[in-house]
């Protein structure tokens, strides 16, 4: 147990829709990361979250946008769905003392989405 | 763009013997490299990294191996064990660029 949590765990919607995907980083874990790992592919880094302000963006499409509150958890948001978002969505934390990405990252189980 | 590629989507060695998992990169930027394994329903685990400025670190039954001239990276884990059977990532990413790079992975299994 990596001390990230996801929900939910599945989502199953359909296209064109809005969904939000959820992340506990570990306890006083400052930073938050959003990854998609899509059929067949790699873990394709979406954005990073420290402390509240986005620090980092990678492949994220104009469709998608995250945050991250207060008390530190983060929420993705993901719109106007189509077939190919179809993907599992990893979010993962770090302590962040750097606030870099050469930190260790501890990874949730992630939320398998599908959209029909 | 792929700029870290794991050309073998899949590996299977014989417990005991040594799995060599590699993994080629395209960007010279890059500084600093990590290898995560995943374990089906679970999101990956840190394994094991190494910072450009050495070519080697080694850590129980894991070694890394670095070489910068060829943007070339290995994994070695002797012995291995059936519970090391994982999908294992490569990823890397640079100091002034928050963007880490994963591959595709490659998935190991050891028979017994």
């Known amino acids: 147990d990596s001390g990230v949590t996801q929900t939910p765990k599945h989502l199953i919607t359909a296209t064109g829709q809005r969904v939000t995907l959820r992340c506990s980083p570990r306890?006083?874990?400052?930073?938050v990361y959003w990854y998609q790992q899509s059929l067949d592919q790699g873990l394709q880094f979406l954005i990073q979250?420290?402390?509240?302000?986005?620090?980092a963006k990678g492949n994220i499409l104009e469709r998608f946008s995250a945050q991250q509150f207060p008390d530190l958890h983060s929420e993705l948001n993901l719109s106007s769905l189509e077939l190919g978002d179809s993907a599992l969505y990893f979010c993962?934390?770090?302590?962040?003392?750097?606030?870099?990405?050469?930190?260790?990252?501890?990874f949730g189980p992630g939320t398998r989405l599908l959209v029909l | 763009d792929q700029q870290v590629k794991q050309n073998s989507p899949s590996l299977s060695v014989q417990e005991g013997r040594i799995s060599i998992l590699n993994c080629d990169y395209t960007?010279?930027?890059?500084?600093?490299f990590l290898w995560y394994k995943k374990y089906p329903a679970e999101g990956p685990t840190f394994l094991i990294s190494?910072?450009?400025?050495?070519d080697k670190n080694e850590d129980g039954r894991f070694t890394v191996f670095l070489n910068k001239s060829a943007k070339h990276l290995s994994l070695h884990i002797v012995p291995s064990q059936p519970g090391d059977s994982a999908v294992y990532f490569c990823?890397?990413?640079?100091?002034?660029?928050?963007?880490?790079?994963f591959g595709a992975g490659t998935r190991l299994t050891v028979k017994p």
């Open positions: 979250y420290y402390n509240g302000e986005e620090r």
């Open positions: 990823a890397a990413s640079t100091n002034n660029n928050n963007d880490m790079r």
């Open positions: 960007n010279s930027m890059f500084d600093y």
């Open positions: 190494i910072s450009s400025i050495k």
């Open positions: 306890s006083g874990d400052l930073s």
């Open positions: 993962a934390s770090s302590a962040s003392l750097t606030g870099t990405v050469q930190e260790t990252q501890y």
